[in-house]
């Protein structure tokens, strides 16, 4: 077994270390990442802990601010007595702007404490500040959906009418702004659709644009195949007008859409689709080994921006349609990023659910348009569960609070208590 790690490690130091394979670094860094948390653990259990540190410690050079990875590190200095690594994972955690119970997940706190107080109070003072609420919203709509699973949400910015696109639920519904408890279903009950993961309005044109998909939540009948694709819907009546779809699409999951053009994540191919107008075909348009999981895209800033859930911002360069990986500004967490929108400023606003605090937060860039921070916009809020999907109209930022996938588990058992049932957020974002 140390024969294996030790030979793991070199290979993994020589391609870490070697500037002139950059890209074929970059095209395996997950896989990479992977490979280093399976070592990882393997060392630790035969207390090797400074082969696991090593390991985990290559892995945050791959993925930094992996709110796991981060508290790996915490728990592997604990193990091996290391008071030091412990100080530096916890100060790590800190300048990334996560939040982290110190008490409850540090087993040894009283251990720090004696060893530097200053310290610790000052890595307990920034965790705190990290943790503060921020942003104050409004519910908008509470429409009693339980049984949805609620993933993606679309506004008109005309009518503000919201629209909700259901997962356990193979329903596209819609909620009037005069009648925020109630709902209709709009689309999915005379023409059979898959579950919804992604939803926009392109209210210029009049249509509302879907993407459809299957997981294991999705109710399928024997024998009906799983598929993707984006449908085109008409805004006002949820006729289906279109359906398209694209050779190699696995599952896609977000959208968006200006000037009547859409892109389209796929989270599975790791793949972006472009369609050039409601009836034109479906294209691809980016494509990336790196890519992990493709979740929210928009066009702002001279590009097109798309978050990746396990490796952070990615610019996508409008003419060689190459991909950018932005690197974490000062620290900061990029991962566990989720929906994504840009207001009419070009401004970016992205959903973060995969690292603690949740919420919604603002890529602010400098003049240059390099990425250097990561502002909270709407954190510490009780109803944000788990939020996914951000829209904006009328210099409003809507957000869906919550999408209950812990009450819906794969092997379809039932949760332990009633299911929730959506929130939609609002908050004005001058």
């Known amino acids: 077994m140390m024969k294996a790690l030790t030979s793991s490690l070199a290979a993994i130091a020589l391609i870490l270390g070697a500037s002139a394979s950059a890209p074929a670094q970059s095209q395996s860094a997950l896989d990479l990442s992977r490979l280093l948390r399976e070592e990882m653990r393997a060392a630790a259990q035969i207390e090797d802990f400074e082969t696991a540190h090593r390991m985990n410690a290559a892995a945050l050079e791959l993925q930094p601010g992996h709110p796991g990875l981060l508290n790996n590190a915490v728990l592997l200095g604990a193990m091996a007595g290391q008071t030091e690594h412990q100080f530096e994972a916890l100060e790590t ?52 959906l339980p049984h949805a699973l609620i993933e993606a949400l679309a506004v008109d910015n005309e009518t503000e009418r919201l629209y909700l696109g259901g997962v356990a639920e193979r329903r596209i519904y819609r909620v009037e702004p005069f009648a925020p408890d109630e709902f209709e279903v709009f689309a999915g009950e005379d023409e059979p659709i898959g579950s919804i993961f992604g ?7 009049g249509r509302l644009y879907a993407v459809e998909g299957v997981v294991d939540q999705t109710p399928l009948a024997p024998g009906e195949p799983s598929g993707t694709a984006l449908l085109v819907l008409d805004l006002e009546t949820g006729e289906l007008i279109a359906r398209h779809t694209i050779e190699g699409a696995a599952r896609m ?22 369609l050039n107008g409601p009836r034109a075909e479906l294209e691809l348009y980016a494509q990336d ?50 929906g994504l929108v840009a207001d009419r400023l070009g401004r970016l606003f992205v959903v973060r659910n995969g690292a603690a605090p949740f919420g919604v937060f603002e890529l602010v860039f400098d003049d240059a348009n390099q990425l250097v921070g990561l502002e909270p916009v709407l954190t510490g809020d009780e109803r944000l569960g788990e939020p996914t999907t951000a829209r904006i109209a009328d210099d409003r930022l809507f957000v869906n609070a919550d999408a209950p996938w812990d009450q819906f588990p794969a092997d379809g058992a039932a949760p332990d208590g009633p299911r929730r049932s959506p929130v939609i957020l609002a908050l004005p974002i001058p």
């Open 289 to 338: 080994e790196r890519f992990a999981s493709l979740q929210g895209l928009a066009q702002a800033r001279g590009a097109l921006w798309v978050v990746d859930y396990a490796a952070g911002l990615w610019r996508i360069d409008p003419v060689s349609r190459v991909a950018h990986l932005q690197p974490s500004p000062d620290g900061a967490s990029l991962i566990g990023m989720d």
């Open 93 to 144: 955690i800190a300048r990334a702007g996560l939040s982290y119970d110190l008490d409850a997940a540090v087993r040894n706190l009283a251990q720090l404490e004696a060893a530097d107080p200053e310290r610790l109070n000052a890595i307990r003072a920034a965790l705190v500040e990290n943790a503060a609420p921020v942003g104050q919203a409004v519910a908008v709509a509470t429409p009693p």
């Open 253 to 274: 999951g977000d959208l968006t859409v200006r000037d009547g053009v859409v892109f389209v994540s796929d989270a599975e191919a790791g793949r972006i689709y472009r």
């Open 199 to 205: 939803l926009v309005a392109d209210r210029r044109h």
